[in-house]
């Protein structure tokens, strides 16, 4: 069971989900008094959304909050429904405290940007025809991906962040972005962190 709605004082729509769980109308104020909180610290939040679970003995809360470039997901579990809400809304507070705390660090700061040349691809017609005559169509898009050639149709100019290697990290943990291009501060190169199979993360300087 779903229950959008915009609180008082807010202007994000927040969705409370109920996996064998009944949302209540005490349960759903607790969770707005709790959301609340912390949209006083944060900036350009677009939505929110939040699931409550029960199986057996367990209770647990997850919540996404969307912003303008990020969203961030947390999670708990425990033997009551309102801890679990208090601690998952304890996590949440906890990471936008220590986002506000980064980007106040930077605050004035000027943060350079470098202009760097992107190629647009345009996938081959021809190759594709031939993929999808060959492969069952469940499986076309992956084949797709993995065998097709591609040509270089245009050239655009992409912004690239001056950011430090902390930061970087600290945005792709906000994220669910596979790889960022950023130019480190630390030594004003161009670099690419990507993540990991095992949820770390490389980092490739390219220039």
Known sequence: MTKPNVPQNAEYPISVTGRHFDITAPIEAYVFEKIHKVDHMAHRIIDVHVILDAQKLEYSCSILMNFLHFHIRVHSSTDNMYSAIDKCSDKLFALVSKYKS??????????????????????????????????????????????????????????????????????????????????????????????????????????
């Open 102 to 207: 980064k980007l106040q660090s930077k605050h004035g700061e000027h943060l350079g940007v470098v202009d760097i040349q992107v190629n647009v691809l345009k996938p081959s017609e021809e190759n594709l025809k031939l993929i999808n005559e060959d492969i069952e169509a469940e499986n076309a898009h992956r084949e797709y991906e993995r065998y097709h050639l591609h040509e270089v149709v245009a050239k655009e100019s992409v912004s690239i962040k001056t950011h430090t290697q902390d930061e970087a990290v600290m945005r792709m943990e906000f994220s669910s972005d596979p790889f960022m291009i950023y130019r480190s501060e630390e030594d004003q190169k161009i670099k690419i962190m990507y993540r990991r199979p095992d949820n770390n993360y490389n980092l490739v300087q390219i220039q």
